[in-house]
């Protein structure tokens, strides 16, 4: 039914478009490495609601909307304190096929429906206090399961996930998202490209149910220095795949630091004829797993970025804390935000590299996809 929800928020295409035409905006940083500072136990975990639950529940933290919901707020409000525009939903594993891990599949569009609610509360809050507008992204993660890679090292053909598995799961979760007051939809961390192409056909179809679009975000992950997805793609070859979604901006996050992230970045602004997006960890993991990079350093990378012009959208991802995202905050304030590419029209296909066929030439570039001025008005 469209247009039936009183609880949606009006389209913020034309809003957010004219902000990122305006300034480079500032999303927050980790939820998890927050959570992790608390340390909540088992017990925290549960609650009363929990309390008998027959497995065990702790990590999981999107569980924590429901029964720590102050926490969840409290750590909102830090990253708005600390000049965050947009924050995300405590939702990166809130949809069924990874909440199957606990029995709770049941609780996905609850989960989602609920964080975006308790988000969209302290967003609302702090843009009183402050008078400016601050969004709620309603965050999309990469579920637990992947499509393309067999579980399997024996049987390459099994899979453990079905497309259309993923499509529902993206499905009740985004409704849920929305529903809760989302702004906009953030398909994020992907490593595996299938698993996006089924939130992106989830998220169209909850368009079509509603009659109405919400801006969205694509967020991928270059894995290693290999410079590819998990699923084996390039940077282009990963844009070629989702570009058709039109999103509001394409980026990277996870997985890498500000540094290494670097080369790839480039190669998505140089690509992009969209907004570009990048919140990357707080630099490689140490032994122990633990993020050491200080705030300074990642916020001094970050806003580089920016003086190269690669960048409308920074925060920060794994290890990141509101200290990182106000010294990232204070290293972009002022500095110029990137212009879309213009991109010569070409048939643009991908399977692990890219592959395009120039439109006036009939040159034929693997790739590479050459930017140019913007074309003739007779061009198609």
């Known amino acids: 039914m469209a247009g039936d929800n009183r609880d949606w928020r009006p389209d913020a295409t034309d809003e957010l478009t004219a902000l990122l035409q305006e300034r480079i905006v500032v999303l927050d940083g980790a939820m998890g490495t927050a959570i992790q500072r608390d340390r909540p136990d088992e017990a925290g975990y549960r609650g009363e609601r929990f309390a008998d639950w027959p497995s ?10 429901l029964t720590q919901p102050d926490l ?26 990874s909440m199957a891990d606990y029995g709770m599949q049941e609780l996905a569009y609850e989960l989602n429906s609920e964080s975006a609610r308790l988000a969209r509360r302290v967003a609302d809050e702090v843009a009183a206090a402050t008078g400016r507008t601050r ?34 799961a993206y499905l009740t979760a985004a409704r849920g998202l929305v529903d809760g007051g989302a ?33 969205v975000v694509i967020s991928g992950t270059i894995t290693d220095a290999s410079g590819r997805t998990l699923s084996g793609q390039t940077t282009e070859a990963f844009w070629n795949s989702v570009r058709h979604a039109r999103p509001l901006a394409v980026g990277l996050n996870c997985a890498l630091g500000a540094k290494e992230m670097r080369p790839y970045l480039a190669e998505l602004a140089r690509l992009a004829d969209t907004f570009v997006s990048a919140y990357p960890n707080a630099g490689l993991p140490n032994a122990f797993g633990e993020y050491d990079e200080a705030a300074a350093e990642t916020a001094a990378v970050v806003a580089e970025f920016a003086d190269a012009g690669f960048v409308n959208i920074v925060g920060g991802c794994c ?10 905050a ?10 879309p590419a213009v991109v010569r029209p070409a048939l643009r296909l991908s399977g692990l590299e890219p592959f395009a066929v120039d439109e006036d030439s009939l040159f034929v ?6 930017t140019s001025p913007a074309p003739p008005a007779s061009a198609t």
């Open 365 to 370: 570039n693997v790739g590479s996809a050459p």
């Open 135 to 168: 969004y709620v992204a309603g965050a999309l993660g990469p579920t637990t399961r992947t499509a393309s890679i067999s579980p399997d090292v024996n049987d390459p053909g099994a899979r453990n996930v079905s497309f259309d598995e993923l499509v529902a």
């Open 56 to 65: 065990d529940v702790q990590g999981n933290n999107d569980l924590l909307t």
């Open 330 to 339: 204070r290293a972009v304030e002022g500095k110029k935000h990137r212009e």
């Open 183 to 215: 702004d906009l939809l953030v398909v994020e961390t992907i490593f595996d490209t299938l698993n996006a192409k089924a939130a992106i056909f989830a998220v169209e179809t909850l368009f079509d149910e509603t009659g109405r679009r919400w801006p």
């Open 319 to 328: 290890g990141t804390t509101p200290e990182h995202v106000a010294a990232i």
């Open 72 to 97: 969840i707020a409290g750590i909102h409000r830090e990253y708005l304190d600390a000049g965050a525009d947009i924050i995300e939903t405590n939702t990166f594993n809130a949809n069924a096929v």
